[in-house]
C-alpha cells in the first residue's frame, strides 16, 4: 500500500511538471524548445499505469491528465479573470477537461486493442480535437500546442502548407520519439540500440523542418506592391463608459488627430481597434450616426482614405420578419433587434461595409448553447458574462476599398482561426486587418500572446497584416510573420506604414486544416475499432 500510494504522488508531481513545462514554452515570454520535451513526464505516467492496470483504473489517468492541462490553462490564461472571474474558472476547467479528453481514449485503447500499438494514437486523437474544438460553440483553440512558435516565426515558415496543426504535430513527434528513447535507454541489452535511434530520429524530425522553415525565412521575398495603411490606438480603457453627447465627440476628435498625426497623401486605410466607435450604429440609420457623419466629413480634407473601425452595430427586425434566436426585443414595441461586433468600413463616397464578428467568446460575448442553459443565464449575466449572444452570420465578408483593393477584416478572438480566415483569403483578400481591444486583460501576458498569435496568421496566408489594438499591442506584420513596427502598451499614437499586397494562395489557405480532417477520419476508425473489441471481449467474458 505505501508502495501504491508513493507512486500516486509521484505521477501527481510528474503531471504538474508537464502542465509547468508547456506553460514556460509559451508565448510571449516562454522559450518553445520547452515544449519538445514537456509531455514526456505525462507519457511516463500514462505508461506506469498501462503496466500497472490491475492498480490504477483508466480513470485515475484521467484525472492525472486533467491536472497536466489544468496548471497549463490555469499558468498561461489565468488573466481572463480581469474580464470575468466566473469566465476564467469555466474557461480553465473545461479546457483542461477537453485536453484530457483525448489522453484518456490513447489510454483506454492500449487496454482494449490487441497489439502493441503504443502511445502514437495520441497524435490522431489530439489533432481531432484541436480541430473539432475550432468548430463549436465552447470554442476556445488560445492553446493549440502549435500556437507555441508564435514569438519565433522562423521556425514555423511551413505553416503555409500545414498552418498551427502541422507545429502540434511537430511537438506531439518529438515528444513521443523522445520518450521511447528514454524508455529503452532504461532497458539493458539491445533496447540501447533502439533508445539512440529514437532519438536520432527526433533530431531528424527537429532538423529537417527547421531548415526548410530558416532557409525559406531568408530567401522569401514579397512581391511590391505596397499599400499604405495608418493604424489608430486611442489607449482608451474599455471599462470607462461614454457617458453623454460631450465625452462621445472628444473620442471621435481623439481618434482623428491621432489619425492626422500620421496620414499622408498616400494613405489609403486608416484603421482603428474594435470598439473605437463609443456608441452603436443602428445599420438602418448609419448615415446619421455621429461617428459616421464626422469620419465623412473628414475624409472630405482627406478624399484618398478609407476608415475601418470596430463598433456595436444593430440591425432591427420589422414586425413581419421572422428574429433569429439570438434576437431580444426592443422595448415594448414588438420588435426585436440583434446586437453584433462589428467591423465597419467608411469609404469617401458608397455604402457602408460591414463585418460582423462570427468567432465569439464563449460566456462573454455567447452564452454557448444558451437555449438549454437558459436557467444559468442570470446568474453568468450578473457576473459579467452573457445570458443570450451577441449576433452572428455565416456569410465571409470581404471589405473592398474604393481602388478596388480587398481587405479580410477580423475582430479580436477572430484571428486566432486560421482555417476560419482562410474563407476571407480564398474570396481574394489582399490583406488582414486585425481589430481587437486587449485592454479588458490589463498588463498581463494575454495581450502579448494575442499579438504573437497574429504572425501566425501572416505565415499561414502570405499576408501583411495590420493589427490595430485599443490599448496595444498595434503592430504592422509583414508576410513572413516579422513585425515592422509596433506601439507601446497603453500609448495614445498613430503608427503608418507600407505593406505588400499578396493574392496568391497558399496551401494551408486553399485547403485549410487538412491535418485535422484527415485524423478526425482516422480517429473514427479507431474508435470504432475500439468499440468493436470492447463487444467482442464482452461476447468472451459471457
Known sequence: MKAVSYNKYKFLLFSLATGILLALSWPARGFPLIAFVALIPLFYVEDQMHEKNQQFKSIVFFLHAWVAFFAFNLLTTWWIMFATIPGMIVAVLLNSTFMAIPWWIMHKSRRLLPGRQGQLSIILLWLSFEYLHSLWELSWNWLDLGNVFAAWPAWVQWYEITGVAGGSLWVLVINLLLF???????????????????????????????????????????????????????????????????????RVEHMIRLADESITPSTSFVVAPEGANPRGIWMHEAESHYTVARLRQHMQTHPQITWILGSFT??????????????????????????????????????????????????????????????????????????????????????????????APAVCYESIYGEYLGAFIRSGAGFLFVITNDGWWRNTPGYRQHNQYARLRAIESRRSVARAASTGISSFIDQRGEVLMQTSWWEATSISASINEQNKLTFYSRTGNFLGKLSLFMSALLLLYMLSQGLIRKGQNR
Do not use: C
Not at 532538423?207 to 486611442?234: G, K
Not at 433569429?324 to 457602408?352: C, F, H, K, L, Q
Open 180 to 250: 521511447a528513447g528514454l524508455r529503452h535507454a532504461a532497458i539493458k541489452g539491445q533496447s540501447r540500440k533502439k533508445a539512440r535511434w529514437n532519438v536520432i530520429t527526433a533530431l531528424v524530425f527537429f532538423v529537417i523542418p527547421s531548415i526548410f522553415s530558416i532557409y525559406t525565412w531568408i530567401n522569401y521575398d514579397e512581391e511590391s506592391a505596397p499599400v499604405e495603411v495608418v493604424i489608430v490606438q486611442p489607449a482608451e480603457d474599455p471599462y470607462g463608459q461614454v457617458t453623454g453627447m460631450i465625452e462621445w465627440e472628444e
Open 314 to 407: 444593430y440591425k432591427l427586425y420589422g414586425s413581419d420578419e421572422d428574429p433569429p434566436a439570438t434576437a431580444r426585443p426592443y422595448r415594448e414595441s414588438g420588435y426585436y433587434y440583434d446586437v453584433y461586433n462589428s467591423a465597419v468600413m467608411i469609404p469617401p463616397e458608397g455604402p457602408i461595409q460591414y463585418h460582423h464578428k462570427a468567432k465569439l467568446v464563449p460566456g462573454i460575448e455567447r452564452m454557448p448553447y444558451f437555449r438549454l442553459l437558459k436557467p444559468v443565464g442570470k446568474l453568468v449575466d450578473r457576473f459579467g458574462g452573457m445570458a443570450g449572444s451577441l449576433g452572428t452570420v455565416d456569410e465571409t465578408t470581404v471589405f473592398q476599398g474604393p481602388d478596388g483593393t480587398l481587405v
